[in-house]
């Protein structure tokens, strides 16, 4: 069975870090877009950031600079570094595989999401 | 503030229509065939629905389809039925600099 499955999240303080990881099972993370999309509360999506199946990865304006998207091959996991958290960042945090040759057309695997919470 | 603009809310009694609209720009939805759509149940992870605008994955019911003329897409759902009652987004590819953006979702209510 195809699934995502993500962990990592939790309460933090403003100006701290976190690290978000998902864990892919019945395909190769690698070999696939693969993305995290957040969700505020109450809120719609916003795209987070990108890592292509060549390794390009690509960020939102709203966490260039912050957050960090990587791959683990041989543990065939996503991850995401976020550093300097805002208030602001609070949200779900899902991972999500994009289908498509040469671009994210869409996201057709999703994980269950991991609540991130930036608070003093 | 969303890129693509949906209504908050959308209503129908069950087996009637409802179309739900996603207004975009040349630069996103009117610029590419890579709309889609996600059906969001409360606490639950989004689902895709339909993407290249009319495509549906497998498993997704016929009733569901999706369409585009210009800058705007439409998901249309056919006989309402309860379990259809959830969160729409529309997304769509943006291009090399943005990349994926969101409609700020629509919540249909089946009377």
């Known amino acids: 069975e195809v699934q995502l499955v993500e962990s990592g999240g939790g309460l933090i303080q403003p100006g701290g870090s976190l690290r978000l990881s998902c864990a892919g099972s019945?395909?190769?993370?690698?070999?696939?877009?693969m993305n995290w999309v957040r969700q505020a509360p109450g809120k719609g999506l916003e795209w987070v950031s990108i890592v292509y199946s060549g390794g390009s990865t690509y960020y939102a304006d709203s966490v260039k600079g912050r957050f960090t998207i990587s791959r683990d091959i041989s543990k065939n996991t996503l991850s995401l570094q976020m550093n300097t958290l805002r208030v602001e960042d609070t949200a779900m945090y899902y991972c999500?595989?994009?289908?498509?040759?040469?671009?994210?057309?869409?996201?057709?695997?999703w994980g269950q999401g991991t609540m991130v919470t930036v608070s003093s | 503030q969303s890129a693509l603009t949906q209504p908050p809310s959308a209503s129908g009694s069950a087996g009637q229509s409802v179309t739900i609209s996603c207004t975009g720009t040349?630069?996103?939805?009117?610029?590419?065939?890579?709309v889609s759509w996600y059906q969001q149940h409360p606490g639950k992870a989004p689902k895709l629905l339909i993407y290249?605008?009319?495509k549906r994955p497998s498993g997704v019911p016929d009733r569901f389809s999706g369409s585009k003329s210009g800058n705007t897409a439409s998901l249309t759902v056919s006989g309402l039925q309860a379990e259809d009652e959830a969160d729409y987004y529309c997304s769509s590819y943006a291009g090399n600099n943005k990349f994926v953006v969101f409609g700020g979702g629509t919540k249909l209510t089946v009377l």
């Open positions: 040349s630069s996103d939805v009117g610029g590419y065939y890579y």
């Open positions: 019945g395909f190769t993370v690698s070999s696939n877009f």
């Open positions: 999500a595989r994009g289908t498509g040759d040469t671009a994210p057309i869409a996201f057709d695997v």
């Open positions: 290249e605008v009319t």
